[in-house]
């Protein structure tokens, strides 16, 4: 290949990650979808809890996930790893790749329950929920987010990075929705969608006390 050539594969290669950002992996974090709304056995009505299935510590820079709310006072009783931002950001996608570099999040626009194979999520969701930081998880280890929220569920994708890009884990719309508690798989999880539930009380403090000692 000429040098002209190369410069122009080169520029093109950094120009698709200008759009499309993060390149996206298979990595060794598996997501269980918990959240009081999702049925999923947890106590508060968003809530993930990503495991190091893989046999070295993984680091983990960024967790994110589609939503259709971009109020960010409809967001409350956060939760986060150490090492992590415990208000995740709320926007949408194009501010949210110009703060993250973050790639956009797709939403099948229904609730699918856990365990059954989703309809294709092949629209964009109106914008992301995205935790910054780092932390270190061992294997085996699990970490949680969560938030309460009054948007009923959809199906949405998430994506956890890794430093070096290649190694980070995201959802695969060909599995089944992930969870519930305990259960952990690639597969998308629930995210707040477009209808409203009526607001229950907090339980900040319950997992706070239950996760912990993790």
């Not at 229904?110 to 780092?134: D, E, F, L, R």
């Not at 959809?154 to 695969?172: I, L, T």
Request: aromatic share 12%.
């Amino acid at each position: 290949m000429s040098r002209k050539k190369l410069l122009c594969v080169v520029g093109l290669l950094w120009a698709l990650a200008a759009v499309n950002g993060p390149a996206w992996g298979a990595g060794e974090l598996f997501v269980s979808c918990e959240g009081t709304l999702s049925t999923g056995g947890g106590v508060q009505q968003y809530q993930y809890s990503l495991k190091n299935t893989g046999p070295v510590p993984v680091t983990l820079t960024l967790f994110y996930l589609g939503t259709e709310d971009l109020i960010a006072q409809n967001y409350t009783n956060w939760v986060a790893p150490p090492g992590f931002t415990a208000a995740a950001t709320v926007a949408d996608w194009t501010t949210l790749f110009n703060l993250f570099q973050t790639s956009t999040m797709n939403t099948s626009t229904v609730k699918t329950p856990h365990g059954i194979v989703p309809t294709p999520q092949s629209s964009p969701s109106a914008g992301g929920i995205v935790w910054s930081g780092s932390a270190t998880i061992n294997p085996s280890q699990q970490v949680t987010f969560a938030f309460d929220n009054p948007h009923s569920p959809w199906d949405m994708e998430w994506f956890a990075e890794h430093p070096d890009k290649v190694n980070s884990s995201q959802a695969f719309s060909t599995l089944p929705i992930a969870g519930p508690l305990g259960v952990f798989t690639q597969g998308s999880v629930h995210g707040p969608g477009r209808g409203w539930i009526a607001v229950t009380p907090s339980t900040f403090g319950a997992i706070k006390s239950l996760y912990g000692a993790r």
